[in-house]
């Protein structure tokens, strides 16, 4: 499959879009046995998401079936194999969309749920009143509800993976040697934090260029390991038969995260938004630019009061709206009438596509 210069085609109309995160992959140390272990979780995902649509169910519970495979897969960034915060705990981050009446359920900072995007989803059906639950009040509504809602309650440890806290031990050194030059790793990509804008690109470049980590042997992009590992955030936006939309997103966060830092996955409007009168998007990066600047929204504003396409939506929002703020990831993109947009300014994304009749694709780069 062709990466966002070269979209693939010639299939008919899309129904489901999966990511697994966006970043500083890097091609030269992917393994072959990694790359295959992605690429086949991202398969599943959307054969998951596929058979709820191909059986006549809804958009929203297709993205809630392929965003679990992926959070089961401890390749990604999401439920099990989430990346940690700095004190060595785990904190997950979900939410689920859908269009047609923009019901949307989401949690923050959970911790016992073993597929944080069902405990979005429960949000959705059985808290009425609010969209948004976050931490301890998170966790408690999740237990409330597990039985009714089939949530399963694991104990955190379930979720920590030996990669997880090799990742952060990394991230902290580097973040030790970094201090020193004055520069902070982002816990995520190639990008910059909050408060680089006034930064020349070279100075950017040279915060977290792999050319900069070389100069301090052992210690490795945060995100990568010695095999190119990378964490990713998980995502999936789809379109059922009665042309309803549905977005979901999930995620560890990012690596090193202060306790209690939400990122842009739970909010909609960033990282997670559908409706039907649009598009259905999920994003992935660096959530502070996400949030800041409403790119999940901003895709849907631009077809909603420009009239522009949705691949042209999904590129602007990318590569100017996020870069604005010097932001890094990608998103993808569905709309009702099947059409569907990739776009990244990383090096790679983790994704894949389903078409009508059930053919798959998948890429990295
Ligand atoms: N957007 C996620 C966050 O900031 C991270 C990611 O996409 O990998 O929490």
Redesign the pocket.
């Given at each position: 499959m062709a990466n966002q210069k070269n979209q693939p085609s010639g299939k008919g109309c899309a129904v489901l879009v999966v990511h697994g995160?966006?970043?500083a992959i890097n091609r030269e140390k992917l393994t072959a046995s990694r790359e295959r272990q992605c690429l086949s979780t991202l398969e599943q995902a959307l054969r998951a998401g596929f058979k709820v649509i191909n059986d006549g169910g809804a958009s929203l519970d297709a993205v809630v079936a392929a965003v679990k495979v992926l959070e089961d897969a401890p390749v990604f960034?999401a439920g099990k194999g989430s990346c940690m915060t700095r004190n060595g705990k785990i904190e997950m981050?979900a939410a689920v969309m859908e269009g047609t009446k923009l019901a949307a359920g989401a949690v923050a900072s959970i911790t016992c749920v073993k597929n944080p995007v069902t405990a979005a989803r429960a949000v959705l059906q059985y808290c009425p009143h609010h969209v948004l639950l976050v931490g301890g009040g998170a966790d408690a509504f999740a237990r409330k509800i597990a039985e009714e809602a089939g949530l399963k309650i694991v104990d955190p440890s379930y979720f920590r993976t030996k990669n997880a806290e090799e990742t952060l031990k990394r991230f902290l050194e580097m973040e030790k040697v970094l201090k020193k030059k004055g520069k902070r790793p982002s816990g995520?990509t190639t990008g910059a934090g909050q408060g680089d804008e006034d930064k020349s690109p070279a100075e950017l470049m040279e915060l977290e260029d792999l050319g900069d980590i070389e100069d301090f042997p052992g210690i490795v992009m945060p995100e990568l390991d010695k095999t190119g590992k990378k964490?990713?955030?998980v995502g999936a936006v789809a379109v059922d038969r009665s042309g309803a939309l549905a977005a979901a997103t999930s995620?560890g966060?990012?690596v090193g995260k202060d306790p209690g830092r939400v990122?842009?996955?739970p909010i909609i409007g960033a990282?997670t938004f559908a409706d039907n009168e649009t598009c259905a998007v999920s994003?992935?990066?660096?959530?502070?630019h996400?949030i800041r600047n409403v790119i999940g929204h901003e895709v849907s504003a631009l077809i909603r009061y420009k009239g522009v396409s949705l691949q042209e939506a999904a590129r602007q929002a990318i590569f100017v709206n996020l870069a604005r703020t010097r932001g890094d990831?990608g998103i993808i993109a569905i709309n009702r009438a099947g059409e569907f947009a990739m776009h990244y300014n990383t090096l790679g994304m983790y994704r894949g596509v389903v078409f009508a009749d059930g053919s798959v694709a998948t890429a990295i780069f």
């Open positions: 995160g966006a970043g960034n981050d995520l964490y990713g955030t995620t966060g990012t990122g842009d996955s990282g994003a992935t990066g660096t959530g502070e996400f990831g």
